[in-house]
């Protein structure tokens, strides 16, 4: 008895011109959405370009300001702070992490001097300030869980103090979000925000990051603390064990190759859901466009949408600014 519905149903109706598709998108990208990732360096008046991150550059602090002046003039309304730490000044006790005057808690009182507005997060880790280039203490080999989660409530506290709106703990240890929540509360920072890297898989996609901030793994790797890419059940029970230790929003990462986990996590948490489009996923976009094999924008507005698609409330991307222009 059943009835074919063509031709009363013809998907092509809605396709015919672009207002008329403009008229029945079910998602839609804006800036609000977005989160610039910014890299701040040591020294003055001076920007290095990425070299496996195509127009992307670490700044001085001086040359940060503008930089992020430009991303609120822009529209944008957050950006994520990470440090590029020298050699020097890195042991395995996360000493400079603390430095109250250290470049990150800088970085942070300078910008919320200038862009009162601008909603600074900071990236809460060891491994910029690691020795080991690892995201906790390491002892006889191994990364030590709770002596690290300990120390990174503090540095969580050092940027609170220095202003930031919001810890990102990028970590995976354990427990870290509820020592921060507490740590945060006692110290007098109740508003300081968390946003939670609480599905952060061990992926070959950060390694344009590990250039831009020198922080690659000097043993071994970090499949102890992320999480193995064959996961997903195990990524909602990260994500709601966050938000029950007082994570305000949740974050998976990387973003293109773990759409399903942005949905999965999206319909198991009460937060918003922000999802980390990281380096590798920009600079193969890039890459395959300075060969000339993919439309730039194109590729780059497709990647963003599916984002939202998938759920995500928040994007954090190095596209921030290029689709911010564009919108
Ligand atoms: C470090 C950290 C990483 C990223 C953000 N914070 C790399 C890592 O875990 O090794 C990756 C970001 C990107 O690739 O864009 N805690």
Known sequence: MSRSPFPYFRG???????????????????KDDFI???????????????????????????????????????????VLLFAKVPDEKKDNEGTEALNPDGLMQQAVRAIKKEIPELVVMTDVALDPYSSFGHDGIVKEGQIINDESAGLLAKMAVSH??????????????????LLMREALEEMGYPN???????????????????DALDSAPGFGDKKTYQMDPS?????????????????????????????????????AVGVPVSVYNVSGE????????????????????EALIAFKRAG????????????????
């Not at 991150?53 to 957050?78: C, N, V």
Request: proline share 5%; aromatic share 8%.
């Open 12 to 30: 092509r109706r809605l396709r015919t011109g672009n207002n008329l598709r403009r008229m029945v998108a079910e998602n839609h990208l804006r």
């Open 192 to 210: 300081t925000g968390i946003m939670a890297y609480s599905a952060k898989y061990a992926s070959s996609y950060y390694g344009p990051f590990r």
């Open 36 to 78: 610039a990732p910014l890299f701040v360096m040591e020294g003055e008046n001076s920007k290095t370009e990425i070299p496996s991150m195509p127009d992307y550059y670490r700044f001085t602090l001086d040359l940060l300001l503008k930089e992020a002046e430009e991303i609120a003039e822009l529209g944008i309304p957050s």
């Open 282 to 301: 920009y600079s193969m976009i890039k890459a395959a466009a300075e060969k000339g094999w993919l439309d730039e924008e194109q590729a780059m507005m």
């Open 231 to 267: 996961n997903a059940i195990e990524a909602i029970k990260e994500a709601v064990s966050d938000e029950s230790e007082g994570a305000d929003i949740v974050m998976v990462k990387p973003g293109l190759p773990y759409l399903d986990i942005v949905r999965a996590v999206k319909e």
């Open 312 to 327: 995500a409330d928040l994007i954090a991307t190095y596209f921030a600014k290029d689709a911010a222009r564009l919108l």
């Open 160 to 177: 609170a103090e220095a202003g930031a709106d919001f810890v990102a703990p990028s970590d995976m240890m354990d427990g870290r979000i």
